[in-house]
């Protein structure tokens, strides 16, 4: 099973400022079955990221993936209001479980 | 626009056992049939677990290892709707359960609420 681990687990910003997000996996997961997802308080889970770095459709482009291997980052460019939230990242390349990570919060510094 | 929308959730005594529901609308350029499924659970004040996913067509199926051998996922492509029968439940499986398409989801359910308590 690939355990993905993500940092920080709090990221306190401010509106305005740019944050970054870590993923690592345990062994190296192919990019193409690498997504970013955002969770709002009492609300499903959205699709951010695909593919490491492809945008879902409609999610805003101050949104970025990157990363190969065992290294992946999603990032803001500039936090929005609305972008305070928990954020998780999943892999779903080779065989099953396709595993999340324990999520970061960003929230309001 | 894609619609998923889960149902049975409920509050069940451990050992109990409950089956969800998921039914599917608004496929239009591709049908049910061609999207892989998933149930994706998260515990109160936790992280998201996938449970299970099931191909398509039905023939591939998996399950996360806290579940397998209790849960059985299956799917009516003539009713677009995918089920999740949980057997043999736990404290543990207390969680709201999402039903997704992929692995890759960009369709996510509402979620309903499974609580596993005397």
């Known amino acids: 099973e690939i355990v993905l681990t993500q940092s920080p687990v709090i990221l306190s910003s401010a509106p305005g400022e740019r944050a970054t997000l870590s993923c690592r996996a345990s062994?190296?997961?192919?990019?193409?079955?690498l997504a970013w997802y955002q969770q709002k308080a009492g609300q499903a889970p959205r699709l951010l990221m695909y593919?490491?770095?492809s945008r879902a459709a409609g999610v805003p482009d101050r949104f970025s993936g990157s990363g190969s291997g065992t290294d992946f980052t999603l990032t803001i460019s500039r936090l929005e209001p609305e972008d305070f939230a928990v954020y998780y990242c999943?892999?779903?390349?080779?065989?099953?479980?396709?595993?999340f990570g324990p999520g970061t919060k960003v929230d309001i510094k | 626009e894609v619609q998923l929308l889960e149902s049975g959730g409920g509050l069940v005594q451990p050992g109990g056992s409950l089956r969800l529901s998921c039914a599917a609308s608004?496929?239009?350029?591709?049908?049910?049939?061609?999207?892989?499924m998933s149930w994706v659970r998260q515990a109160p004040g936790k992280g998201l677990e996938w449970v299970s996913g099931?191909?398509?067509?039905?023939?591939?199926?998996h399950y996360a290892d806290s579940v397998k051998g209790r849960f059985t996922i299956s799917r009516d492509n003539s009713k677009n709707t995918l089920y999740l029968q949980m057997n043999s439940l736990r404290a543990e499986d207390t969680a709201v359960y999402y039903c997704?398409?992929?692995?890759?989801?960009?369709?996510w359910g509402q979620g309903t609420l499974v609580t596993v308590s005397s």
């Open positions: 593919s490491a770095s």
């Open positions: 062994q190296s997961v192919s990019s193409t079955y």
């Open positions: 608004g496929f239009t350029f591709r049908s049910f049939t061609n999207y892989a």
């Open positions: 997704a398409n992929g692995p890759g989801h960009d369709y």
């Open positions: 999943q892999q779903y390349g080779g065989s099953p479980p396709f595993t």
């Open positions: 099931i191909s398509g067509s039905g023939s591939k199926i």
